[in-house]
């Protein structure tokens, strides 16, 4: 005869067991997909961090406009490589508060950063020593050094145990965003300067603290969690 009462009672006593084992499983695959996402908004920052290495396609138009040497041009390009590679803090501002909002910063120092270089190119300062701009790409490229760093830390977190290609594919891309530079400034700006007979400099300039800004829309996916095998790493923003 079927008993009720026991069939009852085995329910009851084994439902824990496989709702626990469900669970895993859909922790598991979430922590798949979040990590893939991650990786591809990072891909995304990368892209849109390395703007300084556009500066060749500006740096003649530098010299031409504010009247400076080449030399000059020179010593601003490298004080803004310094400004870079001094990331350093945003290493120690990642450990601390995770990639979300170490990559807001540094978007909101490059968009900044670009930002008051337009204005230098405009004559809004009175002034166009090189030292002032200097300064100023300086802290553009200190911004990209943030971004740099959301992005590769996060991947590295996220895939232990493919790191030296995940960090490859990051610093591929960081390499590329000259390119997307350069095609993002012929074809929104180049023709419609060239019309109007003016320069494209300080809109250059402009144009890519916009690129920059818009990492806010990947950094919402930057998420630095446990991988598949369920190691939580130390610190930071882990996925939920």
């Given at each position: 005869?079927?008993?009720?009462?026991?069939?009852?009672?085995?329910?009851?006593?084994?439902?824990?067991?496989?709702?626990?084992?469900l669970?895993?499983?859909?922790?598991?695959?979430?922590?798949?997909?979040?990590?893939?996402?991650?990786?591809?908004?990072?891909?995304?920052?990368?892209?849109?961090?390395?703007?300084?290495?556009?500066?060749?396609?500006?740096?003649?138009?530098?010299?031409?406009?504010?009247?400076?040497?080449?030399?000059?041009?020179e010593?601003?390009?490298?004080?803004?490589?310094?400004?870079?590679?001094?990331?350093?803090?945003?290493?120690?501002?990642?450990?601390?508060?995770?990639?979300?909002?170490?990559?807001?910063?540094?978007?909101?120092?490059?968009?900044?950063?670009?930002?008051?270089?337009?204005?230098?190119?405009?004559?809004?300062?009175?002034?166009?020593?090189?030292?002032?701009?200097?300064?100023?790409?300086?802290?553009?490229?200190?911004?990209?050094?943030?971004?740099d760093?959301?992005?590769?830390?996060?991947?590295?977190?996220?895939?232990?145990?493919?790191?030296?290609?995940?960090?490859?594919?990051?610093k591929?891309?960081?390499?590329?965003?000259?390119?997307?530079?350069?095609?993002?400034?012929?074809?929104?700006?180049?023709?419609?300067?060239?019309?109007?007979?003016?320069?494209?400099?300080?809109?250059?300039?402009?144009?890519?603290?916009?690129?920059?800004?818009?990492?806010?829309?990947?950094?919402?996916?930057?998420?630095?969690?446990?991988?598949?095998?369920g190691?939580?790493?130390?610190?930071?923003?882990?996925?939920?």
């Amino acid at each position: 005869m079927f008993d009720i009462k026991r069939n009852v009672l085995l329910v009851a006593r084994y439902t824990p067991f496989v709702s626990a084992s469900l669970c895993e499983v859909n922790d598991t695959k979430r922590r798949m997909v979040n990590r893939w996402l991650s990786f591809s908004a990072s891909l995304f920052v990368q892209l849109c961090a390395g703007t300084a290495y556009a500066f060749s396609l500006y740096s003649n138009h530098l010299r031409d406009t504010l009247g400076w040497n080449q030399k000059e041009v020179e010593h601003v390009g490298s004080i803004g490589n310094i400004g870079m590679y001094l990331g350093i803090f945003a290493g120690i501002f990642y450990d601390r508060y995770g990639p979300q909002t170490t990559g807001v910063v540094g978007a909101a120092i490059s968009g900044l950063g670009y930002t008051l270089i337009y204005l230098f190119t405009t004559g809004f300062f009175q002034s166009t020593e090189p030292w002032l701009g200097a300064v100023l790409f300086a802290a553009a490229w200190h911004g990209s050094a943030w971004l740099d760093t959301s992005a590769i830390a996060n991947v590295c977190k996220n895939f232990p145990e493919d790191k030296g290609l995940a960090l490859g594919l990051m610093k591929s891309f960081f390499g590329l965003s000259a390119s997307l530079v350069a095609v993002v400034n012929t074809w929104l700006f180049y023709q419609t300067e060239d019309s109007r007979g003016g320069g494209h400099g300080g809109q250059s300039f402009c144009k890519n603290g916009h690129v920059v800004a818009t990492n806010s829309s990947a950094l919402r996916a930057l998420q630095r969690g446990p991988d598949v095998a369920g190691t939580k790493p130390s610190g930071g923003n882990g996925v939920p």
